[in-house]
């Protein structure tokens, strides 16, 4: 990740706020609790997780990635915005971290992955680890390339070849696991494509 990123971080909010559509809908509809938690699972940047922070200013942010790169800029523009003190980023594995040695948190009330999951080997371990760590009526909300289910085929395949170029896979069976996972950890799933299946959300719910 930091041979891929570590020239990409430079410019890489500059150019993916053209493509990975959904990140804001997602951020609009965090809602979380007065005082809650909220973990993002592939910060890159810090970039989702400052407009976070600045939309739910009552609650706690804290962000994972597994490049040291991007987590240098990360904190620099956390630094920028005057957020240091409610945003706390670390390095860790979305398939196997240990968020009370990171954080001092075990559950969050909240914890989203945007556009990640397309980008990490064992993305079933990442959805499934990420599950584990909600708190009691926590929530996992996803979004991520869809299967361009009702755009024109020559958009599809001109997309796919050139995500293909970043090591980007669009995941096929998503939904699937979603569901195999809610029901694995005693969950409530939903699935939404968006923008014409350019997009697909996610979310899993705790009871």
Known sequence: MDAIYRTQRHFYDLTRKYYLLGRDRLIAGLAPPEGGTVLEVG?????????????????RFYGIDISAAMLE??????????????????????????????FGVERFDRIFQ??????????QGAI?????????????????FGQQERLPGAFRRLLFAWLGQFDVTPRTNL????DSTASAQG???RFTPLYRGYAWSARLTAA
């Open 43 to 59: 910060c890159g940047t810090g970039r989702n997780l400052i407009e976070a922070a600045k939309r739910w200013p009552k609650a």
């Open 73 to 102: 800029t990360a904190r620099a523009k956390v630094a920028a915005a005057g957020l240091s003190e409610r945003i706390t980023l670390a390095q860790g594995d979305a398939t196997a971290f240990d968020a009370a040695a990171l």
């Open 175 to 178: 939904a699937e696991v979603i």
């Open 187 to 189: 969950l409530r799933a």
């Open 128 to 144: 499934r680890e990420a599950a584990g760590k909600l708190a009691p009526d926590g929530r996992l909300d996803i979004v991520d």
């Open 114 to 123: 945007s556009y990640t999951l397309s980008m990490i080997p064992d993305w």
